[in-house]
């Protein structure tokens, strides 16, 4: 679920406000909030006493008048009645529970007495004087919770933090997205452009070692496309040169001149490949081609026809590197009546995003692990070791689904091996 740097840092983040925010409100009810409403109920409940004091020594005339004055003044704070407060059962307010619970536990007078929450927000404390109830209210806790208000302030702070928190995530992931479409776009070191160094020092370190590495393999990349540039043009000559020997031989073994000139060919084939691999396709410009005519043309490119069935469910209209992949598909085929058994199909279909290009036959085959070994430059599997290959038919085709942001994936099923070339329709740009 958290499988993004973006996710988890909002999570840690909403941990460690959420935590800090308890933490604080805590420490505020335990060691200010709750000492505060225990000063107020000993004072409330002092003052009621003395109050009820009051009312037990006065004349009666005297009383009546006392307690006509304390309800009509409400400057005093202080409300007596004789009628019984409209009750409401618990306070609302947390802190006025808290206070009622601390008042109830601080004021004891004999005769029955009781604290109710009334209807109006206040709290009521029954007293009994000559045998008559008397309720007096001192209201020492405002009737709005104050801690609904630290909530609140706590809920703003918390979204505070959450919003700084994620700007400065964003700022922080923002150079590794940058470096991510590097690495996604870096299909040819010959070609990349190197990655802005910006950010915290750490990422910026990170791009710092993505182009130094962009760097080494622009290097390699060059120095081997001299290499095996230089190694086949440099054999083409003698090559030529032999040939030409070859033909001017006129008494010699017709067998072993035509044994010869196999090999020679063999030879020849085996430096196109080098070359093409070399050169790689990302140099070739891309254009528009529909699905049946580059199948087609694979086909005829290998002299295949007739021989392979053509399967084409959607006949879209793509732009990619005609070249690499009529290459690609043609080493497919070629392999597949090699090393494969009859009947051989070529298809293309479109899966959801993905364009599937295949090439199944009803050999053996490989396990899909095995296979995939074998696209590595030069690898062998066991059948061609003795073989005219040169162990670059796969890597070729591998190299180009890379030239296209795609893959080369085996699949076994049905008594078909079947390798097919992934290739994402987005960097394709379907026509309509």
Do not use: C
């Amino acid at each position: 679920m958290l499988d993004t740097f973006l996710k988890q840092t909002i999570a840690v983040l909403v941990v460690a406000i959420f935590a800090a925010i308890l933490i604080s409100l805590v420490t505020v009810a335990v060691f200010i909030i709750r000492p505060q409403l225990d000063r107020a109920a000993d004072f409330t409940g002092h003052t009621l006493k003395a109050l009820s004091l009051t009312f037990d020594v006065v004349e009666p005339d005297q009383r009546d008048q006392l307690i006509e004055r304390l309800s009509k003044d409400m400057g005093l704070n202080v409300v007596a009645s004789l009628e019984p407060p409209e009750a409401k059962g618990r306070p609302t307010p947390l802190l006025s529970r808290y206070f009622k619970h601390a008042l109830e536990q601080r004021y004891k007078l004999k005769n029955g007495a009781s604290v109710v929450a009334g209807s109006d927000g206040r709290l009521w404390v029954r007293v009994n004087v000559a045998q008559r109830p008397l309720w007096l209210s001192i209201q020492s806790v405002q009737a709005a919770d104050p801690v609904r208000n630290v909530f609140l302030i706590a809920a703003l702070a918390f979204v505070a933090a959450l919003i700084a928190g994620i700007a400065l995530q964003r700022r922080v992931a923002r150079p590794l997205k940058a470096l991510e479409e590097h690495v996604n776009q870096f299909d040819d070191p010959k070609v990349h452009s190197p990655l802005t160094e910006v950010g915290v020092r750490e990422i910026s370190a990170v791009s710092e070692a993505f182009n130094q590495m962009a760097q080494r393999l622009k290097l390699i990349e060059a120095d081997r496309a001299v290499m095996l540039a230089g190694v086949s043009h440099d054999l083409r000559t003698p090559l030529t040169k032999l040939r030409l020997s070859l033909d001017m031989l006129h008494d010699a073994d017709d067998e072993l001149v035509q044994s010869a000139k196999r090999q020679v060919d063999r030879i020849e084939s085996m430096l196109v490949q080098f070359l093409e691999y070399a050169r790689g396709f990302e140099a070739e410009e891309p254009s528009d081609v529909s699905l049946a005519t580059l199948l087609n043309r694979a086909i005829k490119a290998v002299d295949l026809v007739g021989k392979v069935d053509v399967e084409v469910t959607e006949d879209l209209v793509v732009s990619v590197r005609q070249g690499a992949l009529i290459r690609a598909l043609g080493n497919l085929m070629i392999n597949a009546l090699r090393y494969g058994a009859m009947p051989v199909r070529v298809s293309a279909r479109r899966g959801g995003a993905t364009l599937f290009l295949e090439v199944g036959d009803r050999g053996a085959g490989l396990e899909p692990e095995q296979a995939k070994a074998l696209t590595r430059p030069f690898a062998r599997g066991n059948a061609a070791r003795s073989g005219d290959g040169t162990g670059l038919g796969l890597a070729i085709v591998e190299q180009a689904a890379l030239a296209h942001g795609g893959t080369l994936e085996f699949s076994k099923a049905n008594g078909e091996f079947v390798a097919s070339l992934h290739l994402p329709l987005s960097r394709l740009r379907p026509h309509s």
